[in-house]
């Protein structure tokens, strides 16, 4: 059996960030939480070598998650980076694809849907690292 997948969920509020890790806990997924940027990035520089994907809020304190996301490509590309925001605009969803986001979640929807959502991107790199 292969080892659980982690998710670093970076968001700064806290009933999103609770919600979405039980509902990715339900699915055995193992979860890291933090509320900002430097704490991700923290996070990701001791443990960066676990994390299979961070789910990423843009509107944070003192860092946006496109700084974020810019800096985790540039220093682990192979974690894949889905942003996760109520900012629903075209210009968002370009400026994500752009900065290399593998995928981008308007907070929106449902649980089953974060989770098939995930399932598949992470299928998706699992099947490209295959061939």
């Given amino acids: 059996m292969s080892p659980a997948k ?16 039980k509902f990715l806990q339900l699915e055995n997924y193992d979860t890291l939480t933090c509320s900002n940027g430097y704490d991700a990035l923290d996070i990701l520089k001791e443990n960066h070598q676990d994390i299979d994907l961070v789910l ?15 800096q ?5 590309p192979e974690i894949l980076v889905v942003l996760f925001t109520v900012k629903n605009f075209y210009e968002d969803f370009q400026k994500a694809k752009e900065l ?22 992470l299928e998706k790199k699992k099947k490209k690292e295959n061939n």
């Fill in 6 to 21: 982690k998710i670093l969920i970076v968001d700064d509020e806290e009933d999103i960030t609770i919600l979405t890790e």
């Fill in 56 to 70: 990423l809020d843009i509107m944070l304190p003192g860092m946006s998650g496109y700084e974020i996301l810019t």
């Fill in 72 to 76: 985790i490509k540039s220093s682990y």
């Fill in 100 to 121: 290399g986001a593998d995928g981008y979640l308007v907070k929106a929807i449902s649980g089953n849907e974060i989770i098939n959502y995930i399932k598949d991107i």
